[in-house]
């Protein structure tokens, strides 16, 4: 199992950034898939998760009407939509199956800031 995020970066608030997360060495489109994000000295917190064939998506409070996951199975690639970014939105974000067992990604960072 191979989790590759990509697409972080530094924006400023308000400014908005995809995440993409390319899997593979899995069923992917059979596999529920989420993000999680891990602040500077806090825990990892789950942040979105999506059903096998997105027709579920679920949110943290903190990011609901903010961010959309949703998921391309013919590219094996679960995606993070991410608008009216703010500053504790700052974080390694990080992809994540449970196939048998828990897999993450290498992590992406996201730093929103002027």
């Known amino acids: 199992v191979q989790l590759v995020e990509s697409g972080g970066g530094l924006v400023q608030p308000g400014g908005s950034l995809r995440l993409s997360c390319a899997a593979s060495?899995?069923?992917?489109?059979?596999?529920?898939m989420s993000w999680y994000r891990q602040p500077p000295g806090k825990q990892r917190e789950l942040v979105a998760t999506?059903?096998?064939?997105?027709?579920?998506?679920d949110y943290a409070e903190s990011v609901k009407g903010r961010f959309t996951i949703s998921r391309d199975n013919a590219k094996n690639t679960v995606y993070l939509q991410m608008n009216s970014l703010k500053p504790e939105d700052t974080a390694v974000y990080y992809c994540?199956?449970?196939?048998?067992?828990?897999?993450w990604g290498q992590g992406t960072q996201v730093t929103v800031s002027s």
């Open positions: 060495g899995f069923t992917f489109s059979r596999s529920v």
């Open positions: 994540y199956v449970n196939y048998n067992r828990a897999y």
């Open positions: 999506i059903t096998s064939a997105g027709g579920r998506t």
